[in-house]
């Protein structure tokens, strides 16, 4: 596997950029507003804001016994409010329009980063194991299980790392549209690379906002 940092590198792989013979199977980007959920922590910040709100409002309600007063000091709160909503929804929808994930017969590509574009390459015959995480609107994360020699770091990958791996990185298709067919072409593609070897399956992670198990396609 390589990773490679280009100041010229074009956002989408172009099936003339790849070897002859070698064929183009998929490419997609990530959905940017599942992106701000996940990667960017959308609803945390949102909790964080609440949870100041909340106390700056019982704080002014203690202090002077006014509630209009207690009122207006949260509202004071709502600029900054949407200050960081705004500079976290511009992040993710910049971070999805210069990303590609790109599936052919022989590697996956990911070509990702707004101030300084990178391109990981992944040989599918080096892929150890996968798996698939789903949520409710058919939107997911593939994360894949490369082995140790040439592994890129956590903050090479990152948005497109899987969360607290950080001694053992493994890059992750994040927020993939359609992901359970997207998964299902690369396990066939990835048993096609290893000679009709399977790949070996790691389950799918537990989450409450993870669609039920029953739905989870493991790659």
């Known amino acids: 596997m390589t990773m490679a940092e280009f100041d010229d590198i074009r956002t989408e792989l172009k099936q003339e950029e790849l070897p002859a013979g070698e064929r183009m199977l998929w490419q997609g980007k990530p959905d940017w507003w599942r992106l701000a959920l996940g990667a960017f922590q959308l609803k945390a910040v949102g909790v964080y804001f609440l949870a100041f709100a909340l106390w700056r409002f019982g704080m002014t309600y203690w202090e002077t016994g006014i509630a209009l007063a207690a009122l207006n000091a949260v509202l004071t709160l709502l600029p900054s409010l949407g200050l960081g909503v705004s500079l976290i929804l511009l992040l993710a929808y910049l971070t999805a329009r210069a990303t ?120």
Do not use: C
């Open 100 to 219: 590609t994930f790109t599936i052919t017969e022989r590697r996956l590509v990911l070509r990702y980063g707004v101030a300084l574009p990178a391109q990981l390459n992944v040989p599918l015959k080096d892929v150890e194991a996968a798996a698939v995480r789903l949520y409710a609107d058919g939107s997911g994360d593939i994360p894949l299980t490369l082995p140790d020699a040439g592994r890129p770091s956590y903050f090479q990958l990152w948005p497109y790392a899987r969360p607290w791996r950080l001694g053992r990185s493994e890059p992750m298709l994040r927020a993939v549209p359609d992901a359970e067919a997207v998964a299902r072409l690369l396990s066939e593609t990835l048993v096609a690379a290893q000679g009709g070897q399977r790949v070996a399956v790691a389950p799918p992670p537990v989450s409450a906002r993870s669609a039920p198990a029953g739905h989870a396609a493991a790659v």
